[in-house]
């Protein structure tokens, strides 16, 4: 995975037909789409309850790209190995998921995955300030985790250039997740952020056997992005 900071999208599956997982990435990738977005949720850090490392490892064949797993888990660590054996590229853990959010991020990179770490909407930038060495990625969430279709929360525009200033040039992904469309887009790409996460927003109108809505979707949300960068 070399880094750039050009707009990526990473549907989230989330919003995909979950009796056809495989199918539904290949065609967002066939679609344009940069990165996979994999919500992986427990029902105790959050209250919604998804799929592990199992349903991970079934969906990997049918992506070409990268499988960016978001895990919403508590505890995390005793997970982060079946994850990466399952073949996820970046793996995120939230910094409220633990009180070691420094050795979870150690374990990441030691399974051989790149290192992301998320912000829930009330936990300010300051709180990764001392753990950016170790991360590939930082996660802006835009919405309260567990949900998706969820209105987009303004607020977090600021932390995104709070961030990107705390960053600096060191190689690490911004990216935000919740509530991302082609009108919010263009807000955080400004303040700085090049991963965009998008459930609805990209699996709106399509489908397996129709998927052209899916393209239209990801090159609106891409252009809206990018303008907005100038
Ligand atoms: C929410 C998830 C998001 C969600 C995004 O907890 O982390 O990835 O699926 O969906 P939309 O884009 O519909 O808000
Ligand atoms: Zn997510």
């Known amino acids: 995975m070399a880094f750039d900071r050009s707009i990526k999208i990473a549907p989230s599956i989330l919003a995909a037909d979950f009796a056809n997982f ?35 490892k079934a969906i990997r064949p049918h992506i070409k790209g990268v499988m960016d797993v978001h895990l919403m888990i508590a505890p995390v660590d005793p997970y982060i190995e079946a994850f990466a054996e399952a073949g996820a590229d970046v793996i995120t853990a939230h910094v409220e998921a633990g009180a070691h959010i420094h050795r979870t991020l150690q374990a990441i990179r030691g399974a051989g995955a790149k290192a992301g770490i998320a912000l829930n909407p009330g936990t300010p930038a ?33 932390k995104v250039r709070q961030l990107r200033a705390m960053i600096g040039d060191r190689p ?59």
């Open 126 to 158: 300051e709180s990764v300030s001392c753990l950016l060495d170790m991360v590939d990625l930082v996660c802006v969430m835009t919405v309260n985790p567990g949900f998706g279709g969820q209105k987009f929360i303004h607020s977090q525009v600021d």
């Open 172 to 230: 690490i992904h911004i990216e935000i997740d919740g509530g991302v469309d082609p009108v919010t887009a263009p807000l955080v790409a400004a303040a700085g952020a090049d991963v965009l996460v998008a459930g609805s927003a990209v699996f709106r109108g399509g489908s397996v056997s129709d998927p052209a809505p899916y393209g239209d979707n990801i090159r609106t949300i891409r252009a809206a992005a990018e303008a907005a960068r100038g």
């Open 22 to 56: 495989g199918a539904e990435c290949a065609a967002i990738e066939a679609q344009g789409c940069d990165w996979v977005h994999v919500d992986v949720m427990d029902g105790h850090f959050v209250p919604n309850i998804t799929f592990g490392p199992a349903t991970c």
